[in-house]
């Protein structure tokens, strides 16, 4: 595909369950981040992944979020046990880095609603 | 970490309108990015521009590394612009890596 894809394209789950959120990323894009955005809030970071350094993992807000990337493409981000609070649309971004580099390509967002 | 400020919050312009949305930022960078994000609808890259000034259309952004100040402007805007308008930068300075997102411009422009 030409651009970044996120599938489901919406996901409602109850309170407690856990979820997964998938990202295809632009083939050939060396890094991968994870975002949040929650109703009326500004976009936050997750997760960032590059090449393969160890990811960077400052924005996840507790450790019932986690990620994976698999051979440097598909990325899988995790939430256990699900809160209220986790309800957001989860957006997933790719780059090209080095020389010329780091323009952000955006996917559709997963909209996570957690009952 | 970089701190991210954006305003107007909100802006309502008359098509035809020139309209301009500030953005400024707390660590020294070398790329920063504005984005769209219209309603219900995915985010799209506008610009990432590192010095001087970049042009797209009816889109212009400008940038001052030395000030840590950036401007996105649209000239004769139109409704199809009422979008929300994000500025980002890499949190930590640089031009690459995670971005910190400024609360963003809502833009709302009456025919």
């Known amino acids: 595909g030409a651009g970044v894809s996120q599938s489901p394209s919406n996901k409602v789950t109850e309170k407690g369950k856990d979820v997964e959120l998938r990202c295809d990323p632009i083939?050939?894009?060396?890094?991968l981040y994870w975002y949040r955005q929650s109703l009326g809030q500004g976009l936050e970071f997750l997760i960032y992944?590059?090449?393969?350094?160890?990811?960077?993992k400052s924005g996840l807000p507790s450790d019932r979020f986690s990620a994976e990337r698999t051979g440097g493409s598909v990325s899988t981000l995790t939430i256990q046990r699900t809160q209220q609070e986790d309800s957001a649309v989860y957006l997933c971004?790719?780059?090209?880095?080095?020389?010329?580099?780091?323009?952000?390509?955006f996917g559709p967002g997963t909209r996570l609603t957690v009952l | 970490k970089n701190e991210v400020e954006q305003s107007p919050q909100n802006l309502t312009a008359q098509e035809g309108e020139f309209i301009t949305i500030n953005c400024s930022y707390s660590?020294?960078?070398?790329?920063l990015h504005w984005l769209q994000q219209h309603p219900g609808g995915g985010i799209v890259s506008l610009f990432m521009?590192?010095?001087g000034k970049k042009k797209h259309g009816r889109l212009i952004a400008t940038i001052n590394i030395q000030e840590k100040h950036s401007s996105l402007h649209i000239t004769a805007s139109h409704p199809r612009d009422s979008a929300v308008y994000i500025c980002?930068?890499?949190?930590?300075?640089?031009?690459?890596?995670?971005?910190?997102f400024g609360k963003g411009t809502k833009l709302s422009v009456k025919p």
């Open positions: 971004a790719s780059t090209l880095l080095g020389a010329g580099g780091g323009e952000q390509f």
């Open positions: 992944f590059q090449g393969n350094s160890a990811p960077d």
């Open positions: 083939s050939g894009h060396t890094a």
């Open positions: 521009l590192s010095s």
């Open positions: 660590v020294g960078i070398s790329a």
């Open positions: 980002a930068a890499p949190n930590y300075g640089g031009s690459q890596g995670n971005l910190i």
